[in-house]
């Protein structure tokens, strides 16, 4: 129903900051609660950050909360991860993705896009 694409991914140094950026193109954009998920290589796809369609919700995992921030522009059909603070084991692939609900499960989100690439030096 939605398709994603992600951007902002890139080399920093540990203790830096990226913004994230994932751009949708469909016709209900803001009806979709939108997810921030990443993958480490040999790990499993770990929940970072949900917002609901109004904006008025947001969680957070434990490992970025107070450094990671969500947020949408429905304007421009797009939402956005800030990360603050990080760290060489931030280092994943990171993914937006979209659903019908606020949820931490990768599997509640029916659209995904295909990812950017975060990687932190020490």
């Known amino acids: 129903q939605v398709r994603l694409i992600e951007s902002g991914g890139g080399l920093v140094q540990a203790g830096g900051s990226l913004r994230l950026s994932c751009a949708a193109s469909g016709p209900r954009f803001s009806n979709y609660a939108m997810g921030w998920f990443r993958q480490a290589p040999g790990k499993e796809r770990e929940f970072l950050a949900a917002?609901?369609?109004?904006?008025?919700?947001?969680y957070y995992a434990d490992s970025v909360k107070g450094r990671f921030t969500i947020s949408r522009d429905n304007a421009k059909t797009t939402v956005y991860l800030q990360m603050n603070g990080l760290k060489p084991e931030d280092t994943a692939v990171y993914y937006c993705a979209a659903g019908a609900l606020i949820s931490i499960l990768d599997r509640t989100y029916g659209d995904w896009g295909q990812g950017t690439q975060v990687t932190v030096s020490s």
């Open positions: 917002i609901s369609w109004s904006a008025g919700s947001a």
